[in-house]
């Protein structure tokens, strides 16, 4: 129970994609605990688990704010469950989240996930965004849990938006999500996701993001599989499906290290 594992999400190469730490814990351990931990980690996300006889309750936390979901520590914890041998690779692994409850599942050397459908809603473009950002969207729209999604018209804006992380903050513009078409055959679309109120200025792969992005791209082209690039300095991949009730995210994870705990 004091085992710490640091693992890296939505890729197969170590050092890239996103880091997350996962716990697994009793019922007993405290949300104050959870939170220094976390803050001790200094990760976008730090995942804690407590088995239960049928499912895992799941809780992350970034290094300072509890979050309702997060999908790289959903795949990171998936990964250590089946790396632990706490499910069978052919086993499903149900997750209750207070955002929701969520499943993992293997599929070959990728873990999938579901995850639900953020609706989206179209917004006025913000009057300030070029000089917040660096780039003047072509449409901006709102989501769930304080997403805010603007479109770019090339690729290379969201790879050179330079963001003003004080004021995405002071300018009212939330969990900020970036995105454009993408312009080579391995990627369907690219995104940057950035949530400074959270602790974190870039997040470097954001599942939960997906759970909007899916929605939005298949408003724009009609369809329902795509591949996702994550232009952040780590990078990563996803996989994304549409269904009638949910968003399946897949990815791939590796663990990077496992640590004792002296407290």
């Given amino acids: 129970m004091n085992r710490i594992y640091q693992v890296d999400a939505f890729t197969n190469e170590a050092f890239k994609g996103n880091p997350a730490g996962v716990m697994i814990v009793d019922e007993n351990y405290t949300t104050e605990k959870m939170q220094n931990l976390a803050m001790e980690m ?10 239960k006889a049928d499912r895992f309750i799941i809780r992350f936390f970034t290094p300072t704010n509890e ?75 709102s989501s ?34 970036i995105t454009a078409a993408g312009e080579h055959s391995d990627r369907d679309f690219v995104v940057r996701c950035f949530a400074p109120a959270y602790g974190i200025n870039e997040d470097p792969v954001t599942g939960s993001a997906h759970c909007a992005l899916t929605p939005f791209w298949n408003l724009k082209t009609g369809k329902t599989s795509f591949n996702s690039f994550q232009v952040s300095k780590r990078s990563g991949r996803l996989r994304l499906e549409l269904h009638a009730d949910n968003v399946e995210i897949q990815g791939e994870a590796i663990t990077i290290f496992a640590a004792e705990l002296k407290i």
Wanted: a negative charge.
């Fill in 144 to 177: 769930s849990y304080n997403w805010i999604l603007a479109l770019a018209s090339t690729e290379n804006e969201i790879i050179k938006a330079t963001p003003d992380f004080e004021k995405i903050k002071s300018k009212g513009l939330g969990h900020l999500i």
């Fill in 67 to 141: 979050v309702p979901l997060c999908g790289h520590a959903t795949l990171s914890s998936a990964h250590i469950i089946y790396e632990l041998g706490l499910k069978k690779p052919d086993e499903i692994i149900l997750f209750e989240a207070k955002g929701g409850n969520l499943t993992a599942r293997k599929n070959g050397n990728m873990i999938c996930m579901n995850f639900p459908i953020f609706p989206i809603f179209k917004q006025d473009i913000h009057p300030d965004f070029k000089d917040i950002v660096g780039f003047q969207p072509i449409e901006m729209y």
């Fill in 42 to 51: 200094n990760l976008s996300e730090t995942a804690f688990l407590i088995p």
